[in-house]
């Protein structure tokens, strides 16, 4: 059993930036692919990014990249979602999830999800 919790999420002007964390509970954490998804009020879930459980592949939403950055600590048990140059359009909620197996943006395809923090940006 794998338990989530994120942070850091908060209100900033657009161009500005927030760094996400993830923290997971569980010895196998280290073990599990994750990925970073948001969803905004009256839209579906969208998928913005995933590593691999070593942390040595990352996979980003076309809208996000260049601009977002996944990376994970493993001997922490964290995950982090580091977002620059943010736009209103990112506005949403964002959560974390984990999965076994290979990484993906397919929000089916996870096991473990957090129950999100809130990401606001203002024009």
């Known amino acids: 059993q794998v338990q989530l919790v994120e942070s850091g999420g908060g209100l900033v002007q657009a161009g ?7 923290a997971g509970s569980g010895r196998t954490f280290s073990t599990y692919a994750a990925g970073w998804f948001r969803q905004a009020p009256g839209k579906e879930r969208e998928f913005v990014a995933a590593i691999s459980w070593s942390g ?6 076309d809208s996000v990249k260049g601009r977002f950055t996944i990376s994970r600590d493993n001997a922490k048990n964290m995950v982090y979602l580091q977002m620059n140059s943010l736009k209103p359009e ?7 999830a984990a999965r076994r197996g290979i990484y993906s943006d397919y929000g089916g395809g ?3 999800w957090g129950q999100g923090t809130q990401v606001t940006v203002s024009s």
């Open 110 to 112: 996870y096991d473990y």
């Open 56 to 61: 040595g592949s990352t996979y980003y939403a």
């Open 90 to 96: 990112d506005t949403a909620v964002y959560h974390c």
């Open 16 to 22: 500005g930036s927030l760094r996400l964390s993830c």
